[in-house]
């Protein structure tokens, strides 16, 4: 009878209102754990698909960090040996590509290992350069494995002309990496900071016309007759990887 009224006649539509809304509180604070629990459960599904993301991004970059590395390195090996084929189409002769691959750990001395021996052809005596000028020459030879002796050893000397004027003196290798000085160069001799330093090729030893090192500095003093000149090579004589074995004898050659 009570519902037929309600339906009927909405009698007690103001009394549902009121029920309903002393209720909703109380419903609200029933569904609020589920209500709750959906929501941090996307939160927490979302954080943890990030972070798994994010980690797979920086998996990513330290990937293609990698290839990109190798990429530089294959290049920068890739643009010296260009050089280095650059330099070989400077000689008339027959020259042979061989990589460093130690050094001689022997106190107050500059030497190298490199990867040809004899069963490549080398010999005692033949010049070693690089992409930027005269590294060294050969001073002994097992069958896979030569030892070079660089230009700034100082039981080193190397013939050159100062391709300003052709002036000729002895560039002698002083036990540092980075210097060279001319050999009894007399005071009144034409010689400037910033002339480059080319080999004569005298002896027949060393390739005519290949950079050796550029004049750092000219001391003069009253005192003595001879200057003190100071050269820096132009070979990179720390950091080449690859140089170049010279056959034969270059004077002969030309």
């Known amino acids: 009878m009570l519902v037929s009224l309600e339906v ?20 609200f604070i029933a569904e609020s754990p589920y209500l709750l629990g959906g ?9 943890e698909s990030l972070l798994e993301r994010n980690e797979t991004l920086q998996r990513r970059v330290l990937e293609l960090s990698q290839v990109s590395q190798q990429f530089l390195a294959l290049k920068t090996e890739n643009d010296r040996l260009r050089e280095l084929l650059g330099s070989q189409a400077r000689l008339p002769t027959e020259v042979l590509i061989a990589e460093l691959v130690g050094l001689v750990p022997a106190p107050n001395t500059q030497q190298i290992l490199i990867d040809k021996g004899a069963d490549a052809g080398v010999q005692i005596g033949q010049a070693v350069i690089d992409a930027e000028g005269l590294f060294g020459q050969v001073v ?6 030569s030892r070079v002796l660089l230009i700034t050893d100082v039981t ?9 004027n052709g002036v000729r003196s002895i560039a002698a290798g002083t036990g540092r990496i980075d210097r060279l000085e001319l ?10 900071e910033g002339d480059l330093l080319m080999s004569s090729g005298l002896g027949g030893r060393f390739p005519r016309g ?3 090192g550029t004049v750092q500095s000219v001391l003069v003093d009253a005192t ?10 132009t070979a990179l004589l720390d950091r080449s990887r690859h140089v170049l074995v010279v056959f034969g004898n270059i004077e002969e050659g030309e």
């Open 8 to 27: 009927t006649t909405r009698l007690l539509q103001p009394v549902r209102s009121v029920i309903g809304t002393v209720l909703s509180p109380i419903q």
């Open 39 to 47: 929501e941090i459960g996307e939160v927490v599904s979302t954080r």
């Open 140 to 145: 002994e030879v097992s069958e896979y494995i």
């Open 156 to 164: 080193h000397a190397v013939p050159v002309e100062v391709n300003r």
């Open 183 to 192: 050999e009894n160069l007399p005071a009144t001799t034409d010689i400037r």
């Open 210 to 212: 290949y950079p050796v």
């Open 224 to 233: 003595r007759s001879f200057a003190f000149v100071s050269v820096k090579p």
